[in-house]
């Protein structure tokens, strides 16, 4: 399939295995948590491949150099609650002076439109690269609301990392938002008619959390 430029989908082979762990029913909540949280981090170690380094000089115990760091604030990760919180932790993982800010959204089971119930992000994100993660980029409307108000709320640069995506929902999304880069481990041709990705892997927040 012919993606948008903005989709990238990771083919590590770590992160493929580790998506048909994922997918398959008979993982566990616990291993289908740890999967999630490993691979965030190797999705967010992607999806920070181009951050901005600027060199500072320190000593080594052997010799002073100059050493490259990170430049600007600290990122800061926002999940879509509720599911996005395990991506997040793996996302944490890989950068643990991360700020976190949040957002809450849910489907309208009837209309499959994305309804918000909680917002709350750092005051400067204006200043700060901004990872977004929900495990599920299907008919991509909690997406393109959470980064709807994000932008709204000043953020700049915007990166949106899933574990998997629709055709439908990813498409959707780079057509509303073409700039902000999406980091994905796969995207699956189909949705059924309850907006749930085909083969996929079921309702990441119900196995996620036990409540299936």
Not at 24 to 33: G, H, Y
Not at 104 to 115: C, S
């Given at each position: 399939m012919s993606l948008p430029h903005s989709i990238h989908?990771?083919?590590h082979p770590l992160v493929q295995h580790k998506l048909s762990k994922m997918r398959?029913?008979?993982?566990?909540?616990?291993?289908?948590?740890r999967l999630l949280r490993e691979i965030g981090l190797l999705l967010g170690y992607d999806a920070t491949k181009d951050l901005a380094l600027v060199n500072q000089k320190i000593e080594?115990?052997?010799?002073?150099?100059?050493?490259?760091?990170?430049?600007?604030?600290?990122?800061?990760?926002?999940?879509?609650?509720?599911?996005g919180l395990g991506l997040a932790e793996g996302l944490l993982?890989?950068?643990?002076?991360?700020?976190?800010?949040?957002?809450?959204?849910?489907?309208?089971?009837?209309?499959?439109?994305?309804?918000?119930?909680y917002f709350k992000i750092p005051q400067d994100i204006s200043d700060r690269d901004v990872l977004v993660c929900d495990p599920m980029l299907a008919t991509a409307h909690s997406a393109i609301a959470a980064v709807d108000r994000l932008k709204e709320s000043g953020a700049k640069r915007i990166k949106f990392i899933c574990i998997l995506g629709s055709e439908t929902g990813a498409r959707a999304f780079a057509e509303v938002h073409p700039d902000v880069p999406v980091f994905a481990a796969a995207i699956d041709a189909k949705l059924n008619d309850h907006g749930y990705i085909v083969p996929g892997l079921g309702d990441a927040g119900d196995r996620l959390f036990g409540t299936r």
């Open positions: 989908v990771v083919s398959d029913k008979e993982t566990s909540s616990a291993n289908f948590r080594t115990p052997i010799a002073a150099m100059d050493a490259p760091l990170l430049d600007g604030k600290k990122l800061v990760i926002v999940p879509i609650l509720r599911a993982d890989l950068m643990p002076l991360a700020r976190q800010g949040h957002v809450g959204l849910y489907r309208d089971p009837r209309t499959l439109q994305a309804v918000e119930y």
